[in-house]
């Protein structure tokens, strides 16, 4: 069974930083691409940021170097470093995997920017 668990999330004054984790089981992790996506209401899931199996990395425009994309292949994370952050980067998150043409997602986890 695919689980994925985000954690991270919370409120934050525009320009600060937050740290998002996405525990993953029930994948051979270190073979697949992760994702986070954020989603706000009445609009679809965009995508934020992409890391491969090899540490290869793409990120959504909006993002503008402000965000980073890891992994860590012995705990099976993945991790959203975000800085310099915009009220408009308020939204729910979620992790993402793609196993055998099947999407599989986390529960999602807000993220807040406001003063």
């Known amino acids: 069974q695919v689980r994925l668990v985000e954690s991270g999330g919370g409120l934050v004054q525009p320009g600060g930083s937050l740290r998002l984790s996405c525990t993953a089981s029930?994948?051979?992790?270190?073979?697949?691409?992760l994702d986070w996506y954020r989603q706000t209401p009445g609009s679809s899931r965009v995508l934020v940021a992409r890391?491969?199996?090899?540490?290869?990395?793409d990120y959504g425009d909006f993002v503008q170097g402000r965000f980073t994309i890891s992994r860590d292949n012995v705990w099976n994370r993945v991790y959203l470093q975000m800085n310099t952050l915009k009220s408009e980067d308020t939204a729910v998150y979620y992790c993402?995997?793609?196993?055998?043409?099947?999407?599989?997602w986390g529960q999602g986890t807000q993220v807040t920017v406001s003063s």
């Open positions: 890391i491969d199996s090899a540490g290869g990395t």
């Open positions: 993402h995997v793609n196993r055998g043409g099947t999407d599989f």
């Open positions: 029930g994948i051979n992790f270190r073979i697949h691409t």
